[in-house]
């Protein structure tokens, strides 16, 4: 689920303050086991986006860049025992992480106030190590990159 504010200028380039909200579940898998655990994310980020097309165009196609903060929040049952607990645990806590996006898409008019949106975000950020906690002498990093489809309506005065 997303929502958004954005501001168009007079010409191609427009700003966007986000929040962007997921469901799913973090996961573990190894030589076919495997665990999970319920979470959630929030995402709150500013976007630039360039237009290729004029406001007044019926299809503008557009791409967008930002950053902001994403948090992962672990919404499990924590049980005394996690398959591949010798790797890592999956944790009943939240982690506030740095957050750089880009993405592209159509903006389509359906009529003066009303625009149809079709979008693809790459959301990006540092490893979240409070929520998936290495195990002892186990070593975790790198980036979560997440590609996320979308369709919506924006509506405007």
């Known amino acids: 689920m997303s929502a958004w ?13 986000r929040y962007d909200y997921g469901r799913g579940n973090l996961a573990l898998n190894q030589a076919g086991t495997s665990a999970t655990f319920a979470a959630e994310t929030h995402a ?32 499990g049952t924590e049980e005394v025992y996690q398959p591949l607990s ?19 898409g159509l903006r389509v008019r359906l009529s003066d106030h009303i625009t149809l949106r079709l979008e693809v ?11 998936i906690v290495p195990a002892s002498g186990a070593k ?8 996320v489809p979308s369709v919506g309506l924006s509506f405007a005065n």
């Open 121 to 131: 975000h790459d959301y990006l950020t540092p490893f979240p190590n409070k929520v």
């Open 86 to 104: 010798n790797f890592a645990l999956l944790t009943k806590v939240q982690d506030l992480t740095p957050l750089a996006v880009g993405g592209g």
């Open 5 to 17: 504010l954005d501001n168009h200028s007079a010409g191609k380039w427009s700003g966007e303050v």
């Open 140 to 147: 975790v990093g790198g980036w979560m990159q997440d590609i």
């Open 44 to 75: 709150m980020h500013y976007d630039l986006q360039w237009r290729f097309a004029s406001q007044e165009a019926a299809i503008q196609p557009f791409v967008s860049g930002g950053a902001g903060i994403k948090i992962y929040r672990g919404t």
